[in-house]
């Protein structure tokens, strides 16, 4: 059986008179993609932000590892290795790939030169930056040194990706990577998904994409009601299944543990 990384249980989010998520769990299991799929309002984007520390919930536990954590902030989260693509990019679209991948985590020149003056170590980080696109096999960004502005959805998409995989030590998660993006580009980041799992970081998708879902899922985590239904294998059930259940519509089966 696979280790859990990341696990929650419980987590209960209000804001005023909604109940966002009402008393949700939540496993990642070591080297799988875990796709969290709902309807709108079901609580997704809630639960994920108490994963990544973007909110802080009002009652439940979020461990690490098995060791309970209290996220405070995003930073907080990033400290601990999770890294988190939102929605809406926090880009710099003037400046270049590599600054990009370093926005907020620049590295400084060695010496008085990066303590004293703040000089960045822009040849250092340009290096990194092409290993780690290497590295993740990303080919269709021609130039690191191309301003963000410059791209396609798609590859500032992957820019998000890229700078993810390179700083989440322990948890990658995705909210809604391929909504805004054409055929051939959801395809590459799903590929870069799947990259990222196999270089041993486990990968949480939240998606309504269900045939990107059923393609590179390990397991979906079904949310309903501000609640996991249930999770399910891809290959154990039919897609209208899958959303039968979602919608209420099928009674939940029992929750599997493992990716196969
Ligand atoms: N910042 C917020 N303030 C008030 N209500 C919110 C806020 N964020 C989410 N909600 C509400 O919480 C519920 C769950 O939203 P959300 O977590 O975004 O669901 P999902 O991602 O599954 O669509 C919805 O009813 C939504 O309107
Ligand atoms: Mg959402």
Redesign the pocket.
Known sequence: MNDIVLEARGIV?R??H????AGADFDLRAGEILAVI????????????VLSGD?VPDAGEVLLDGKQVHFKSPHDAQLAGIETVYQDLAMAPALDIATNLFLGRELRRKGPLGSVLRMLDVKEMRAQSRKQMDALGITTLQSITQPVDSLSGGQRQTVAVARAAAFGRRVVIM?EPTAALGVRESKGVLDLIRRIRDTGIPVVL?SHDMPAVFEVADRIHI?RL?RRATVVRPGDHEMNEVVGIMTGALPPPAMVAEAS
């Open positions: 989010k804001y005023g909604v109940t966002a998520v709902g309807d709108n309002g079901a609580g997704k984007s809630s639960l994920i932000k909110v909210d939240i949310h501000g």
